[in-house]
């Protein structure tokens, strides 16, 4: 546990650095852009619904009219777009400070993306890949740079179905979700190896929200999860989005953040609190798991990474 309780009001001047958000508009994602628009840092809040991203930039500069924030359109769930939005982006920016791979969907009825593959899988992980390795450039190029990958304590309980990824055979959605955070870990902490390995000067850091009360909980199909997550848990277990987005907040901004840390909350269970380094799971680490699920991502988005060599 951390002696004093770290909040965002400990985030530094973030003036001049450009930061890309995605899933900003609602929850966790709002909650961070809020906080590093109000200490100064350029916001690209990348959502799917422009209108929600205009309605949450309006929230933001009530509160704090002098706000940088622009509003950029991203499906991650479709590959297509992820590449549409990286060409923008890569046209007007020279370089991308931080990315937040925040956004995410939770336990929805089993379902395609645009190129076929199950939802929760394709949103929460391939987008988040694939996004990464496009924009690498920009963040290599980058002060402080950092990738911030969001996972869930829900990783511990997932496993990878490499013989039936698409949920064909047999679909659980918590299963899958849980599957989907797991795959988020696996690549937050590989990252961390290769850039690395090839001496990059990009951290990969990797983050829990502990139990948020978010639109993932009320969003999910009507039945237990709902039941469960939405109206019982909340009230009872759950912190604001303002709490939980502190993990994510100092992996993204803390000057005393290392590459390869999982930060999440330090209370009980590590449900609820203030940020600390805290563990990975044992599949999340395992090199074998990693290269597979590397290799195969890169198959499934056809996206490479061309990772900077040691000088």
Known sequence: MMRNRWTAERISDQTGRVFVVTGANSGLGLATTRALARRGGHVILAVRDEKKGRRAVAEITAEHPDASLEVRRLDLADLDSVRAFAARLRADHPRLDVLVNNAGVMAPPRSLSAQGHE?????????????????????????????????????????????????????????????????????????????????????????????????????????????????????????????????????????????????????????????????????????????????LSEQLTGVRYELPTTA
């Open 119 to 295: 939802l929760q899988f394709a949103c929460n992980h391939l987008g988040h890949f694939a996004l990464t390795g496009l924009l690498l450039d920009l963040l290599t190029a980058g002060r402080d740079p950092r990738v911030v990958t969001v996972s869930s304590i829900n990783h511990r309980q997932g496993r990878l179905r490499f013989d039936d990824l698409t949920g064909e055979r047999r679909y659980s959605p918590m299963g899958f979700y849980n599957q989907s955070k797991l795959a988020n870990a696996i690549f937050g902490w590989e990252l961390h190896r290769r850039l690395t390995a090839a001496a990059s000067p990009v951290r990969s850091v990797l983050a829990h929200p502990g139990y948020t009360a978010t639109n993932l909980q009320s969003s999910a199909p009507v039945g237990l999860w709902r039941v469960v997550l939405g109206r019982i848990g909340n009230p009872i277990l759950a912190q604001t989005p303002t709490d939980g987005a502190l993990p994510q907040l100092y992996a993204a901004t803390d000057p005393d953040v290392r590459a390869g840390q999982f930060i999440g909350p330090d209370g009980l269970a590590e449900l609820r609190g203030g940020p600390t380094p805290v563990r990975l799971s044992p599949t999340a680490t395992d090199a074998e798991t990693a290269r597979r699920l590397w290799h």
